[in-house]
């Protein structure tokens, strides 16, 4: 997205009216998808003046779900912060991998949980799972505390460290949506994501891989047998991620979504 200045007056109301103005002005942004976020920032808007400020700020780069407080994900809403990692829809398949696996009455365990998107639609899509979710970002677990509702247990800590004890070998379904930029692609990424989210929640080393091996190398300790690890990957490292699993002892495939262009490895404790 190419910025530009953004407009700083001239929007004389946040109603309908203003949709043409604000189109153009997201477009000469660079916006790509302009009209969709023209209308999005036009219903968000309490006042004209604060119509000013949400397209001059989303011209200038600031991400749409940070202006907005909410992302949309697997047809929820969910409350996104600024400085917290937005959720992408490939992430989707990971919650539809991870939903296939959960029964009623599973603990199911959201690691490395952001705003808490991905346990939060496991929980929806398969009732009565038992919730818990996890983020070292203090931020993260604030938004994924509005987001999980009251039956859900969020933890703050670092990976397993964070999760009570009393969940060793108790896990069935465990989801984990780890940073896996490696480090030197960090500065390809677009300047929203770079500039605005969290670098902890993007930055996975050297090869990418360097969180995925604490989280594989522990898992077998928190998994019921039977249990299942299902961890969000690129293409490019599936096969990287998958030979840390069935290392660890774990029986792991890979699943691909071309319509999501999304990537996740599942192992299976046997």
Do not use: K
């Amino acid at each position: 997205m190419a910025h530009s200045p953004g407009p700083t007056s001239g929007f004389s109301a946040p109603g309908p009216q203003a949709l043409p103005a604000v189109t153009t002005a997201l477009r000469a942004a660079g916006c790509v998808f302009a009209e969709d976020e023209a209308r999005l920032l036009v219903e968000a808007a309490r006042s004209a003046r604060d119509l000013d400020r949400l397209v001059a700020a989303r011209s200038a780069g600031i991400p749409l779900e940070h202006l907005l407080g909410w992302a949309e994900f697997c047809g929820r809403r969910v409350v996104v912060a600024p400085g917290v990692f937005v959720p992408r829809r490939r992430t989707e398949l990971l919650v539809r991998e991870a939903a296939r696996r959960a029964r009623p009455g599973d603990v199911v365990v959201d690691l490395c949980c952001g705003s808490g998107a991905v346990g939060v639609a496991v929980a929806a899509a398969v009732a009565g799972v038992r919730l818990h979710l996890s983020d070292v970002d203090a931020a993260a677990v604030a938004c994924a505390s509005e987001n999980a509702g009251p039956t859900a247990r969020v933890h703050h800590g670092d990976l397993y460290d964070a999760l009570p004890s009393a969940l060793r070998g108790a896990v069935a379904v465990l989801a984990v949506n780890a940073p896996y930029v490696p480090t030197d692609a960090i500065a390809l990424m677009p300047l929203e994501a770079r500039t605005h989210e969290p670098r902890i929640a993007l930055d996975g080393g050297p090869d990418g891989l360097d969180v995925q091996r604490r989280v594989v190398a522990s898992a077998r300790r928190w998994l019921v047998p039977g249990g299942h690890l299902l961890i969000e990957t690129s293409r490019e490292q599936a096969e990287q991620t998958r030979t840390l699993m069935t290392v660890a002892g774990l029986a792991a495939q890979v699943v691909r979504s071309a319509a999501l262009d999304a990537t996740v490895v599942v192992g299976h404790l046997e």
